[in-house]
């Protein structure tokens, strides 16, 4: 005799009789309605999601901020390098044309935290206010090593050539800019990039003695400078 279902839920037509469903299928019904149950998105759940998502996106641009401040924190925050501009000199003066060779002397500090830094000079600049005075490629002037043990490191200058030059006064915005490439080992940690120095403001006294020689020197104690740590060297004109 065929089976077929009664009108009433979970019963089998047997032999003209109703019996209770031997069948699956409402196990398999009610599986189906917990599954749908079980991913049907509710607020509670939404929440969730959405504080995981967030999570994921802040710790994601974390890394990304990390690894571009990286450089900056070695050094500021645990090598805690210095550079001041501690001396000025001209050389080759030329009575004739007013030009001499200005000198640029630099040091360097790192207060013992166990860091050794090592910067080599890619190129700098003169300027006076913002106009550019000078410009030059030195090979390796800041190619000294730097290490904790050593308070104040002198970095040999900073050369700019055949540059106009008064025979007296003083110069009071006197400009200088470095780019170097720093290297850094120490118990806080490594890493390599660029250093961008900027020394502001130098103060310059220019004289003349009795058979007309120029000299400049540097007023007052060395001047602070700035700088900025890259991992990338991206300026062209500079």
Known sequence: MTRSLCTSCGLRSRYCQCHLQNSTAPNANANSDNGERAFKLTPASFCVFYLLYTLAMFGFFLILYMGAVFPDYILKGVCNLEVFAD??????????????????????????????VSLRTIKSRLLRGNKLLSESSTPDYFGLLVTGKLNDVPVPYAVFKTV???????????????????????????????????????????????????????????????????????????
């Open 87 to 116: 001396s000025f000199s001209i050389s080759n003066a030329s009575n004739a044309n007013a030009t001499a060779d200005w000198n640029v002397g630099f040091t360097t500090r790192n207060p013992g935290n166990g860091c050794k």
């Open 164 to 238: 106009a030059t008064p025979r007296k006064g003083v110069v009071w915005d006197i400009r200088v800019e470095v780019v170097t490439s720093v290297k850094i080992n120490g118990r806080a940690g490594h890493g390599d990039g660029f250093l961008i120095v900027t020394c502001r403001d130098i103060p310059v006294n220019f004289t003349a003695d009795p058979t007309g020689n120029v000299n400049g020197s540097l007023i007052g104690y060395m001047r602070p400078c700035e700088y900025l740590v890259q991992e990338e060297y991206t300026d062209p004109s500079f």
